[in-house]
């Protein structure tokens, strides 16, 4: 008797193994992705950042899972006055860690709120708008 329609035991290994290498490939895409993923800086700004006289006052949080070090810089605008300034020194930020930075404005701001932008400049980098409190001392 003949057989028809039979696959050989041959072909029958051979979609199995190409079936786990393709399962393994995809596993460690998966495994690689969330991994590269989870290892980020996550940067948000402490409310209030207030600006009392000529120093704005700011608190950074790291909610990520590696360390922010680096340059920050703010700018800063309450109508048609912009104002940039640099901390002085290289932050710091452990994860799960805050910080409370002082900027040295040089100019005065009228009463009221002001817009800005806190840019982190390190190995991870990042860019977060805010509004802060202008008191006048």
Do not use: C
Not at 20 to 34: D, E
Request: hydrophobic letters at 45%; charged letters at 15%; zero cysteines.
């Amino acid at each position: 008797m003949k057989r028809i329609g039979a696959v050989p035991p041959m072909v029958t290994a051979l979609i199995v193994v190409a079936f786990m290498i393709s399962a393994v490939l995809v596993g460690w895409y998966v495994v690689s992705v969330t991994a590269s993923a989870s290892r980020q800086v996550l940067i948000s700004v402490i409310p209030m950042p207030t600006v009392v006289g000529d120093k704005l006052y700011m608190g950074l949080r790291n909610d990520g899972t590696v360390p922010f070090e680096g340059d920050v810089e703010i700018i800063l605008s309450q109508g048609n006055a912009t104002v940039r300034a640099t901390y002085p020194s290289s932050v710091e930020i452990a994860p799960g860690h805050s910080v409370l930075l002082e900027f040295s404005l040089g100019t005065t701001l009228q009463p009221g709120k002001a817009e800005g932008v806190v840019i982190g400049k390190g190995e991870q980098s990042f860019s977060i708008r805010f509004t802060a409190e202008v008191i006048s001392p």
